[in-house]
């Protein structure tokens, strides 16, 4: 049998090895130490049923979607444990589908971009001490993949653990580091405030998202030929009156992005001639200027591969666009 140990806060005051209740933290002030809980990876999670036809010609206009009570920070994604992997505190956390929150990492300060790869490893963006770092869930070793950078932010994870971040600031830069041979290249070193990146499902092609009143607004795309080589920035979606943070691909190619501060969710065709808004989030009741990032689920744990997760910090959007996500490279091991 095989075993992945993860680190649990546990309090102080009891002989517990999970000091919370129905994903609620432990109660403040309330000091917290370290725990080895062990957790068996024998354990398949049950896959998640989604659909399993797509027409891409024809994808439904609207997207009913339903909330979920989790709050994260800027970022998520999901493990091969069926969990949403986020930031809580100043900890790295999974919390599962039922609201099960165990912390995997903590003390890893504030984050942005968050991002698992193929190892199990989580990656992610540390903006304020200018890092992309990876840390084992089994409390293993913290690696410094990047460092001195600004405003480390956007992340996404290619085949053979391609790590693609942005810098968010003016001008910035948008960047990739291979996770295995440390290999390093720049795709834009000259873009005005890059922020969420999503690849194609071909990984040809990087769609870059901003805003935030200044530099770049919207979505734009930057192709590679077939020698590798990275052209030219094309505009892919006009951000409008809102301003984009995450974006998203699906297996057909369409783009999707929510804007940052109206909640409203589009898709639009490869080519950008093509658009439509899917879902207007805020008519749940959702914040104002949150709406951070998505992520289509994981295909297990009861998180769907045909459904987008929003966040706008306070809770999470579930919205059934009928059309399976691109494959990650990060998919379930079993």
């Known amino acids: ?32 130490s370290d725990t080895a809980l062990v957790l068996d990876t024998d354990a398949v999670p049950i896959p998640t049923e989604t659909v399993t036809t797509t027409d891409c010609d024809d994808l439904p206009l609207d997207a009913p979607f339903f909330t979920i009570g989790i709050a994260t920070q800027e970022d998520f994604d999901f493990d091969a444990f069926g969990y949403l992997v986020h930031q ?79 810098e968010r600031t003016s001008p910035g830069r948008v960047r990739y580091i291979d996770l295995g041979t440390r290999e390093t290249g720049t795709i834009l070193d000259d873009v005005d405030v890059p922020n969420g990146l999503a690849l194609s499902p071909d990984e040809t092609t990087l769609y870059i998202a901003g805003g935030y009143g200044s530099g770049l607004e919207g979505i734009i795309a930057v192709d590679k030929d077939e020698l590798g080589v990275w052209g030219a920035p094309r505009s892919v979606v006009e951000a409008n009156a809102a301003s984009f943070d995450g974006v998203e691909v699906d297996v057909c190619g369409n783009v999707y992005a929510v804007g940052w501060s109206d909640g409203r969710v589009s898709r639009t065709t490869p080519d ?63």
């Open 88 to 166: 809580s505190g100043g900890s790295l956390a999974g919390i599962s589908y039922e609201q099960d929150l165990r912390i995997i990492v903590p003390g890893v300060g504030d984050t942005a971009g968050i991002q698992m790869v193929s190892t199990g490893a989580i990656v992610y963006a540390s903006p304020f001490s200018g890092a992309i770092r990876t840390v084992d869930p089994d409390g293993g070793s913290d690696t410094l993949l990047a460092g001195g950078l600004t405003l480390p932010d956007g992340l996404e994870v290619g085949a053979g653990d391609r790590v693609y971040y942005s």
């Open 1 to 32: 049998m095989s075993v992945l140990v993860l680190l649990v806060a546990c309090s102080a005051s009891e002989d517990t090895e999970q000091p919370y209740t129905d994903g609620a933290p432990a109660p403040p002030g309330d000091p917290l």
């Open 272 to 334: 950008g001639i093509e658009s439509v808004i899917i879902a207007d989030l805020t008519s749940a009741g959702g914040a104002w200027a949150l709406f951070n990032s998505i992520r289509w689920g994981s295909g297990f744990g009861g998180w769907r591969r045909d459904v987008l997760y929003v966040t706008d910090r306070s809770q999470i959007y579930a919205e059934e666009v009928g059309v399976l996500g691109r494959k990650s490279p990060v998919a379930n091991p079993y």
